[in-house]
Every structure is written in C-alpha cells, then in structure tokens.
C-alpha cells in the first residue's frame, strides 16, 4: 500500500513540473514585459489596465499594470487622469 501512494505521490510531482515546463514554454503567447520605459499621462477614464494594454500590446496585461505599479510606487492601482506614470515600452 505505501509502495502505491509512493507511486502516485511521484507521478503528480512529475506531473505538475512538465505542465510548469511547457507553460514556461510559451503557454500563454503573451510577449515579456520590455524594460524599456517612456513616461505617458493617464488619460480621462483610463485605468491601470488600459494604460498597460496601450503601453505593450501583446503583453499579459497583469503583468505590465504590475510593472507599472512598481516602476511609479503606486499601492491600490487608482490612478486620476493627468497623472504622469512611467511605463514599459512595447516594440
């Protein structure tokens, strides 16, 4: 009975670190954050995820708003319109 729960304790791990392998691989598709910047100014109703999306197309969104929040210190993601914020440059 242990031999059998050794065995399938063993084939989950392997199992779980080749679907980390191929994820890594490009799973999503999605283009790195560039760490290139620019400074932009938030536009009138624009969220952190909209600038992001402008900024990188291509991109995990998520990703750059994180980039974003960490490149201008901002906690909590609100930003106003006007504010300045630097941000990843997409190609």
Do not use: Q
């Not at 909209?50 to 900024?55: G, I, Y």
């Not at 969104?61 to 210190?73: G, H, S, Y």
């Amino acid at each position: 009975m242990i031999a059998v729960a050794v065995g399938v304790f063993s084939f989950v791990v392997a199992s779980g670190l080749i679907a980390n392998t191929l994820a890594g691989l490009g799973g999503s598709g999605a283009a790195e954050v560039p760490a290139e910047t620019t400074v932009v100014s938030v536009g009138a109703g624009e969220s952190l995820w909209d600038v992001a999306e402008s900024a990188v197309p291509g991109a995990d969104p998520a990703a750059v708003v994180t980039r974003i929040e960490e490149l201008n210190d901002l906690a909590g993601g609100a930003v106003s319109a006007g504010t300045p914020l630097v941000v990843p440059v997409g190609s």
